[in-house]
């Protein structure tokens, strides 16, 4: 009897403890409101109210994976936080093991931190999985990890493939381009950056590129046009002033 009181005490005592460590319902209720908050925010271009609203969505809800990715969304694509970013994305996988966004997130992370053997396996485990909804951004990554490593062909193949799936992703129509530029194929450069200006007529960086591409070729005049579209539309100052001074260059007529 008196073992079978202790048993149940135990019990008790570890159904007591599991609750307290949990998220409360009133809680997960905050940090979901502190999540759409974010979302609001980051939509109207507000990137620090948005960071704001995401730490305290993770502070309410520690548990919720969709906020802990776009908490490190956030980090790495406006902050340039990638350490912290990184942590974010490893959390939300591991919350959510299935989360192939926050795999090709974190890929794209470690890509840019130069561990690209780290990221592909994340890559290929998103481009397989049959009900992710953007396996154009697992190829596009995929590629161009691919491409640092040395793999032109493997890069190629997985960038056509993010452009077949997706037609409008410029991305994917940029880093085509860049690989076919390193490789000197620069008629298959201008056809590429020129298809890149179409699906993102607002894009400057397009008419930057071809205007480098097309220097290259000798086609100065047309380079010069390229460089003053870019001027025209650069909301970035860095970018604007690099496609005026490449204009400048090139003499009128």
């Given at each position: ?37 974010a979302q609001q925010s ?139 530029q390193s490789q000197g194929e620069l008629d298959d ?65």
């Open positions: 009897m008196r073992k079978l009181l202790v048993l149940v005490l135990v019990l008790v005592l570890v159904f007591v403890l599991a609750a307290c460590g949990g998220v409360s319902q009133k809680d997960r209720e905050l940090g979901e409101v502190h999540q759409r908050l980051l939509a109207s271009g507000d990137t620090r109210a948005a960071l704001a609203e995401i730490e305290k969505s993770v502070e309410k809800d520690p548990e919720n994976p969709e906020a802990r990715n776009l908490y490190g969304l956030l980090l790495h694509l406006y902050f340039q936080r990638l350490d912290a970013a990184v942590v974010q994305y490893r959390k939300a996988i591991e919350l959510k093991p299935g989360y192939s966004e926050a795999k090709v997130n974190l890929g794209a992370a470690l890509t840019a931190q130069g561990r690209c053997d780290e990221a592909i396996p994340l890559l290929d485990e998103a481009r397989g999985d049959l009900l992710y909804r953007e396996p154009y951004l697992a190829e596009n990554n995929l590629g161009w990890c691919k491409y640092k490593k040395g793999d032109v062909e493997g890069a190629l193949m997985h960038l056509r493939a993010a452009v077949s799936n997706n037609p409008g992703f410029c991305l994917g129509y940029r880093n085509l381009a860049e690989i076919a450069a201008m056809r590429l950056l020129e298809r890149y200006g179409k699906t993102c007529p607002k894009e400057p960086d397009a008419d930057y590129r071809l205007g480098l591409v097309l220097l290259e070729q000798g086609k100065d005049e047309a380079a010069r046009r390229s460089f003053l579209a870019c001027v025209e539309k650069a909301k970035d100052e860095e970018l604007g002033d690099e496609c005026t001074r490449q204009a400048a260059m090139i003499p009128e007529g």
